[in-house]
C-alpha cells in the first residue's frame, strides 16, 4: 500500500512492476490516470492547474482511505499517487492502481477510490485558462 | 454559553480562503471557546460579501483530526489549538 503526494508521479511502469512483485495472486489490476483536459468548465482554454494539498491530512487521509479499500474489497494491494503545484494540459495528475485476486473487486474499489479521493483528500485546484483564474469548487 | 476570556487559538486557512484572508494564518482571541463563535469572529475580518465563511462548504481540523460537520457544534477549544480551515477537496 502505497499512498505518495508529490510534484512528480513515479513511472506508472514501477508502480505496477511493484505491486506485481508484492504477491503471486494477483490477477487483475486496473489503473485510474487523471489528466488535465485542454477545457475549462465555462469552455475557456485551459493553461495549467496548480494544485496545493495539505501538508499532513492529505497523506492521511489518503492512506485512510487506501486501508479502508483494501479491507472492504480484499485488494492484495492499492497505489495512490497525486501531484502537487503546476500541472499542464496533457500532463498526469493522479494515479490510482489497484491489485486484486479478480476483476469484479478490482472495478468496485477503483471507482470507489477515485470518488473518495476527490471528495475527502483536502488537496484543491486552482483552473488557469486564458480568461483567467479560479479556485475550482466541487 | 460558557464565557471564557482569553482563550488564544491559531486559525490556518488553506487554498481559496488564504486568498480570501489574505494570510494563512490568524491567531483569534475567543472569548467563547465555540465553533460558532469562532466563525463570527472570523467573518468580521473578511474583505467582502461573498468571502464570508459558508460552514456547510468547509473542511475543518483541530489539532489535525478532522471533524465531522455533525461534530462542530460540540467544539471546545482550549489555548494553543490549531484550527485547520479548508474548501471543500477539489483534487483529482
Do not use: C
Not at chain 1, 70 to 82: N, P, V
Not at chain 2, 24 to 36: A, G, P, Q, R
Request: no cysteine; proline share 2%; charged share 35%.
Amino acid at each position: 500500500m502505497k499512498a505518495k503526494i508529490s510534484e512528480r508521479l513515479d513511472p506508472l511502469v514501477e508502480i505496477i512492476s511493484e505491486l506485481k512483485r508484492s504477491s503471486d495472486e494477483i490477477g487483475a489490476i486496473l489503473v485510474f490516470i487523471g489528466v488535465v483536459r485542454g477545457r475549462g468548465r465555462d469552455g475557456s482554454k485551459v493553461l495549467r492547474l496548480e494544485y496545493e494539498a495539505h501538508p499532513t491530512l492529505a497523506n492521511k487521509v489518503m492512506r485512510k482511505i487506501l486501508e479502508e479499500a483494501i479491507s472492504k474489497h480484499g485488494l492484495i494491494g492499492a497505489t495512490i499517487e497525486h501531484r502537487v503545484g503546476e500541472v499542464k494540459v496533457g500532463e498526469d495528475i493522479m494515479y490510482v492502481v489497484v491489485a486484486s485476486r479478480h476483476r469484479g473487486e478490482g472495478f468496485k474499489a477503483l471507482e470507489e477510490l477515485v470518488d473518495r479521493i476527490k471528495k475527502e483528500v483536502p488537496i484543491w485546484k486552482k483552473e488557469v485558462t486564458e480568461s483567467g483564474a479560479y479556485w475550482v469548487k466541487e | 454559553m460558557q464565557r471564557r476570556a482569553g482563550v488564544v487559538v491559531r486559525v490556518r486557512l488553506f487554498a481559496s480562503l488564504r486568498e480570501a484572508f489574505g494570510t494563512s494564518e490568524i491567531d483569534v482571541i475567543l472569548h467563547e471557546n465555540t465553533f460558532e463563535y469562532l466563525i463570527k469572529e472570523l467573518n468580521k475580518a473578511v474583505r467582502s460579501k461573498d468571502q464570508v465563511l459558508d460552514v456547510d462548504r468547509l473542511l475543518v481540523a483541530v489539532n489535525e483530526e478532522i471533524i465531522s460537520h455533525s461534530k462542530l457544534r460540540e467544539l471546545k477549544f482550549k489555548s494553543g489549538d490549531l484550527i485547520d480551515l479548508m474548501p471543500l477537496p477539489s483534487g483529482g
